[in-house]
């Protein structure tokens, strides 16, 4: 397996690839120090759901949501939250932990306005709840209608994977003391400490060499791809392209996310105010899990209905599906045959119908 790195020229910084979706024009709609927010506007006239994608922060490009822009685009009007290389990023931007992307979370929601659903998946859940709680505290106008919230690790203590066990005995700091490195001069994030690519590559072959022995889901999406567009985006390459991450945000997501389950247990704080999902009234709220999601074990996503104690249980939906994993649930067939229609069905059963009154 060859683990490939972006190929640019030293010190160029480089805008996210383009996902090529046909069917959507695609546009930059605004960019923050951490990443960058696309619109993926649906060919043709009519109005349609407006829906918010926020790409996992784990070490893969955008484009690793690829299938998921591309067939939500079919019926909703898709935005793409991805996040820039930490490379890439000047010293200068300052601390990028955890507080950082769900305040970016936050002003995306900000920019786009009113009524957005959001999706996300895997690393994105736990900052996409938080920033839905915070903007609930506050009755901000543009807090979600809708959380799409699939493969989280909104409470890891659940039934622990392996993946989980093993972040969690990490002692704190064991990043930025064992794996941490500086951006070179040249560079555009020169200077500022990184997670690195080549470091998190380690660990994702061993992850992809227990799924060979095991003949699990990643060697099949490996060995017989099926995703939408494999001729141009094959799986292989969305999983094996890897970008640096920020030190302190890798830090934080060991300790504060796998270790201490701070959302789970009501500690999580973000800029110095408290994140309770029991102040969510008005937002519907999807949990989706893999039944054989060894990354995400079972519990871990559905723990947000039970810290969004004040939803009503008609804004509530959950599903467990049977034979998927991680990766099924927003990429190929298992995405695109089990996962794609409850992910509609839900976002349809929360859009206002004309002439009704609408939740923000």
């Given at each position: 397996?060859?683990?490939?790195?972006?190929?640019?020229?030293?010190?160029?910084?480089?805008?996210?690839?383009?996902?090529?979706?046909?069917?959507?024009?695609?546009?930059?709609?605004?960019?923050?120090?951490?990443?960058?927010?696309?619109?993926?506007?649906?060919?043709?006239?009519?109005?349609?759901?407006?829906?918010?994608v926020v790409a996992p922060l784990s070490g893969h490009f955008g484009w690793l949501m690829r299938d998921t822009v591309m067939d939500l685009s079919a019926a909703h009007d898709v935005h793409l939250l991805e996040w820039r290389d930490a490379r890439d990023?000047?010293?200068?931007?300052?601390?990028?932990?955890?507080?950082?992307?769900?305040?970016?979370?936050?002003?995306?929601?900000?920019?786009?306005?009113?009524?957005?659903?959001?999706?996300?998946?895997?690393?994105a859940p736990v900052p996409i709840l938080a920033a839905a709680a915070l903007m609930a505290a506050q009755s901000e106008p543009e807090r979600p209608r809708t959380l799409i919230l699939m493969g989280g690790f909104i409470d890891p203590r659940r039934n622990a994977t392996a993946v989980e066990r093993m972040t969690a005995r990490l002692p704190p700091g064991w990043f930025t003391r064992t794996l941490a490195t500086a951006v070179p001069e040249g560079e555009a994030g020169a200077g500022r400490r990184v997670y690195p690519a080549a470091a998190h590559s380690q660990a994702l072959q061993r992850y992809l060499q227990r799924h060979i022995r095991m003949r699990g889901e990643l060697h099949g999406k490996i060995g017989s791809d099926d995703g939408g567009d494999p001729a141009r985006f094959p799986f292989r390459r969305l999983y094996t392209t890897l970008m640096d991450l920020p030190a302190e945000f890798a830090e934080d997501n060991a300790r504060k996310v796998f270790a201490e389950a701070r959302l789970a247990t009501g500690s999580l704080a973000c800029s110095g105010r408290l994140v309770e999902p029991a102040m969510m009234t008005d937002t519907a709220l999807l949990t989706v899990e893999g039944a054989a999601d060894d990354s995400s074990g079972p519990g871990h996503t559905h723990a947000a209905h039970s810290l969004c104690s004040n939803l009503p249980e008609g804004l509530r939906g959950r599903a467990t599906l049977p034979g998927i994993g991680h990766f099924g649930l927003f990429h190929g067939e298992t995405w695109r045959r089990q996962v794609l229609p409850l992910v509609e069905a839900f976002v349809e059963a929360q859009t206002p119908k004309a002439g009704t009154k609408s939740r923000p």
């Open positions: 397996m060859v683990w490939e790195t972006r190929e640019r020229k030293r010190g160029e910084s480089m805008q996210p690839p383009s996902l090529r979706i046909d069917q959507a024009e695609e546009r930059l709609l605004a960019q923050w120090s951490s990443g960058w927010l696309r619109r993926y506007a649906p060919k043709g006239r009519g109005r349609r759901p407006r829906l918010l990023i000047p010293a200068s931007a300052g601390h990028l932990g955890l507080d950082a992307y769900i305040g970016t979370i936050m002003a995306a929601l900000r920019h786009l306005g009113p009524g957005m659903a959001v999706l996300g998946v895997s690393q």
